[in-house]
């Protein structure tokens, strides 16, 4: 803009300036030949009307003076010229090149008036000379606009520019960025508030992430806990039976030792065969639980492994029935197991599947034992709590629904379920990581889906769908 009003602005005021003086001058020099002219007249001083008119042929820009009568007495006194024989009448108008100014003048003899012509190769040069400094003067600024270009880049576009490429990077998860902050101005100060709000940044995603991890432990803690109840009513069998057995051959070493009929020593020698081959069946069975429960803790996943989901699905469901049995004594519920048969091994990671299946079975029977309770204190003793789980094969997949006839979730609430630390039970009672880790577990790891379908005081059912 200031470039604009120096290259055009300023040449045009600067021009306009020294032809309206230009022009005051010529009219002056015409009005000074005109009083001469009209002094020289009324004296009847026909030398001095010469010398009036020859007064302006010494000026550099002279062109002509005329004396042209307007009304004249004496015939012999108009028409005079300079230089000698000048035609006027042709060049009376100014034009480009020459300013044409008139003065009249009246005296007893003749009105007439003055015409002077002068140059303008003055005003022409200074109109140059002034076009020539604007274009000198418009490049120094146009030099001195780019220099400063140039620093505002140095100083401020290339900071900004790379504290924006930090900002995306830190915005898609890199928190160790940093940009230089060395200058005092506000850029300076604008990249140090950028490199503390980083540090605070990746503190705090530290913090967070730490109390996530605190948080998830403790709701794999609390699954493991229902499930140890379970196992521990489960592990009771297998030890009794290895017990009873253990018992029942040591009596019939005792036996044979004192037995002398063959025949005697061969039944016995069969019976503690048969023993310890029990001994080993559920000795086994024991181990079985134990490695389940020791899988199912694990903080961290697994490979996938060939896995048998009619099994998974059978055992969990036995586990997290004793567990809610362990914590509620009375809570009893009918099961309904119905597995398809010939579906295949799935590559599946068995302790986060367990932990899916583990944990909506938990609140299969938590919601059937709730409705329960409300029924009985309604004095309606009518509900029979009820759990069910399928596995079907179909299209390439293997579906796993697990349905209860607990008391439903509301519509309000639907869509929110599988959120991080939604729950719907009672404070101290759930975390709500549950859903969201089995959500994510069965989508993320498994690149299966889940889903739910339900109906308040009805129903609750979940689909898990896991590819072949």
């Known amino acids: 803009m200031f470039a604009f009003f120096v290259l055009f602005y300023f040449p045009e005021q600067q021009q306009r300036t020294l032809l309206n003086n230009y022009n005051t001058e010529v009219q002056n020099l015409a009005n000074t030949v005109a009083l001469g002219v009209r002094i020289a007249l009324t004296d009847q001083n026909f030398e001095g009307v010469n010398t009036a008119m020859e007064f302006v042929e010494n000026n550099k820009e002279f062109v002509f003076v005329s004396m042209v009568p307007i009304d004249s007495t004496n015939s012999d006194s108009g028409g005079l010229s300079r230089p000698e024989g000048f035609q006027f009448a042709k060049h009376n108008q100014s034009t480009d090149s020459m300013i044409v100014k008139s003065a009249e003048f009246i005296t007893p003899s003749m009105h007439g008036k003055i015409l002077l012509g002068m140059h303008t190769n003055a005003i022409t040069q200074s109109k140059q000379d002034i076009r020539n400094t604007s274009l000198f003067v418009c490049f120094i600024v146009l030099c001195v606009g780019v220099f400063i270009g140039f620093l505002l880049a140095r100083n401020i576009s290339v900071p900004v520019l ?54 998830i432990l403790s709701e794999k803690m609390a699954s493991l806990g229902q499930m140890t109840a379970g196992i521990a009513h489960e592990i009771k069998n297998p030890l009794n039976f290895v017990n009873n057995f253990s018992s029942l051959s040591v009596d019939l070493l005792q036996e044979l030792e004192e037995s002398t009929d063959e025949e005697d020593r061969k039944e016995i020698m069969a019976s503690l065969k048969s023993n310890l081959t029990k001994i080993t069946h559920h000795g086994k069975r024991a181990d079985s639980i134990v490695a389940t429960m020791l899988q199912h803790s694990r903080g961290t996943a697994g490979t996938k492994v060939p896995t048998d989901i009619n099994q998974l699905c059978s055992e969990y469901t036995d586990l997290a029935f004793h567990g809610m049995r362990a914590t509620t004594r009375d809570f009893n519920c009918a099961i309904v197991k119905d597995f398809a048969e010939g579906i295949p091994l799935v590559q599946a990671i068995p302790q986060e599947l367990s932990r899916v299946i583990l944990n909506l079975l938990n609140n299969g029977f938590y919601a059937a034992a709730e409705r329960e309770r409300k029924s009985r204190e309604s004095g309606n003793t009518d509900y029979k709590p009820e759990i069910r789980i399928t596995t079907i094969r179909k299209d390439g997949m293997v579906t796993i629904k697990i349905r209860d006839n607990g008391s439903g979730i509301p519509k309000a609430i639907k869509d929110k379920i599988f959120e991080p630390f939604f729950t719907t039970k009672p404070t101290g009672q759930g975390t709500g990581l549950g859903l969201s880790l089995s959500y994510d577990i069965m989508t993320k790891e498994h690149q299966g889906m889940m889903s739910v379908e339900s109906e308040e005081n009805n129903f609750t059912e979940f689909t898990l769908q896991l590819p072949l």
């Open 162 to 215: 790379a504290l924006r490429d930090a900002a995306i990077k830190v915005g898609e998860g890199d928190r160790t960025q940093q940009v230089k902050s060395g200058s005092r101005d506000e850029i300076g100060e604008l990249g140090r508030a950028f490199n503390k709000m980083v540090k605070e940044l990746a503190i705090a995603e530290a913090e967070r992430k730490s109390a996530q991890d605190q948080l």
